[in-house]
């Protein structure tokens, strides 16, 4: 995973995956789970177990040898009653139709619960990014893009980067996009380099958003961030950012790990001076005095444990023994579904990716809002503005978990699901 790789507004159960459950069937369990709690139309759940288009294309690219090579690309379109579809595009050799439709269905809930005017959707090519020198990547992107034309655009659906792509494959696709419609158009994709129409603080949002939702979990069960222990896997852009915040506000970042080990402290580590995977990738036990194996740390006695790294790493063989007070998910996926029944039933509350990690897409709206309007935000603007999206959507989510005694995964899959089937139920249901 490179640090740039996963700057997107990604969901799923991806690397390191344990769990048989695809992202498809995850999020379609997910979906019949929150239903079971509201009164819905049961025809708009179904509808939503399935996308509203997916989009298969080859693309054929020169290889720099001279030979041609053809991959598949996709683009899923789950859901737009919200608005324009929103989701990433990967570049993986293991990306199919079926994971693409899981994932934007995630990216549906996801819009929903953070209250964007966002519908889900997600894409990719089957081929595997390391494989291709950097003028491949490009003619591959700038052939994606083409074949995608028509069905993507700022009102239409606005891919972003996700494993595999960062800002410079949005860079391409962008310009590919605008040379075909024979004008500049940054809001066509999201998560670009700021001089040309990306935003400030979008790489730092999704740990932002982690810090965040963790300080009022705090809050919410009576304990200040002062004196709080944490622990973090991962120490990527979400990992790196959520602990240094963290510790910024006063809480106690205990460990911290990458994919060799984990460095750990109980009398706290000076997050700022470990180097995050995109200021030298995989160091972190270079640095450290005690290393602990990456599974011990999800077993330590924290108040706090944040997996930022993978997905399915809280499983039925870990659960008993984790020994945090609080769960919060900064990567996509990180507990599967038998040891969220685990965790729950010991009463270790988890609070899900959907809403913790939400600060990639939601600062990925502020960099669409500030292409169509061609005026760019200061870092403490986006700052300010993600801090009052988290805390509304945090609001909404509190609320039904208070008002229905549901879990916190719970809580957001119920608000988002509402919102969405609410605005079907206004639109009506074309059958
Ligand atoms: P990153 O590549 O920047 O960092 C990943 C970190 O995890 C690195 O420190 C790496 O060493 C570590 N790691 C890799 N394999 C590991 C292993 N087996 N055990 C322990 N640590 C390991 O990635 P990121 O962007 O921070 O993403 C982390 C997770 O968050 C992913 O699940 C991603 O899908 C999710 N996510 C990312 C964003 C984003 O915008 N960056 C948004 C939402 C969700």
């Known amino acids: 995973m490179a640090s740039e790789s996963n700057a997107a507004e990604n969901g799923g159960v991806e690397e390191g995956a344990t769990e048989p459950e695809t992202a498809l069937e995850t999020a379609r369990r997910q979906l019949d789970h929150a239903a079971e709690y509201l009164s819905l139309d049961q025809r708009i759940v179904e509808r939503l177990r399935y996308p509203k288009k997916v989009h298969e294309v080859t693309i ?11 991959f598949t690309g996709y683009r899923a379109q789950h859901d737009s009653v919200r ?4 989701g990433g595009l990967r570049y993986h050799p293991e990306v199919t139709r079926d ?9 549906t809930w996801k819009c929903a619960v953070m209250d964007l005017p966002f519908g889900g959707a997600k894409g990719g090519v089957a081929v595997d990014p390391k494989a291709l020198s950097a003028d491949e990547k490009e003619r591959l992107t700038r052939r994606f893009a083409q074949e995608l034309r028509n069905v993507i655009g700022p009102k239409q659906d606005i891919p972003a980067p996700d494993m595999g792509t960062d800002s ?3 860079a391409w696709l962008m310009d590919a996009y605008s040379m075909q419609e024979g004008e500049t158009i940054p809001g066509v994709v999201t998560g670009k380099p700021p001089v040309v129409g990306g935003s400030e603080g979008r790489a730092e949002a999704p740990g932002r958003s982690v810090a965040i939702v963790t300080k009022l979990a705090r809050e919410f069960y009576d304990h200040d961030l002062e004196g709080t222990t944490v622990a973090v896997q991962g120490y990527g852009s ?15 970042v205990v460990a911290v790990s990458d994919v060799n080990g984990a460095m750990y402290d109980p009398s706290g ?3 700022s001076s470990v180097p995050s995977h995109e200021e030298e990738p995989e160091a972190v036990t270079e640095y450290a005095e005690t290393v602990i194996p990456n599974g011990e740390l999800l077993t330590l006695d924290v108040d706090v444990l944040i997996p930022a790294a993978l997905g399915n790493v809280i499983t039925e063989e870990n659960a008993d023994a984790v020994g945090a007070d609080l769960v919060v998910e900064g990567s996509n996926g990180p507990t599967t579904s038998t040891a969220d029944a685990t965790l729950t039933e010991r009463g270790i509350p988890i609070v899900p990716d959907i809403l913790a990690n939400a ?3 939601t600062v990925s709206y502020f960099e669409w809002l500030q292409d169509i309007n061609r005026r760019s935000w200061s870092l403490e603007r986006v700052n300010d503005e993600l801090e009052t999206e988290m805390r509304a959507a945090w609001n909404a989510v509190r609320h039904e978990f208070e008002r229905r005694d549901v879990t916190w995964r719970d809580a957001a899959y119920i608000v988002a699901l509402s919102r969405i089937a609410e605005a079907h139920e206004a639109r009506g249901l074309w059958p």
């Open 269 to 271: 580590i000076d997050t």
């Open 238 to 252: 979400v990992g790196a950012n959520a602990a240094r915040l963290l510790d910024g506000w006063g809480a106690t």
């Open 99 to 107: 994971e693409c439709v899981g994932l934007g269905m995630w990216m």
């Open 168 to 170: 410079q494959t949005m």
């Open 359 to 361: 600060g990639g897409v």
């Open 60 to 70: 054929p690219i020169e290889r720099d040898g001279g030979s041609v090579e053809v």
């Open 83 to 86: 608005g324009p579809y929103k």
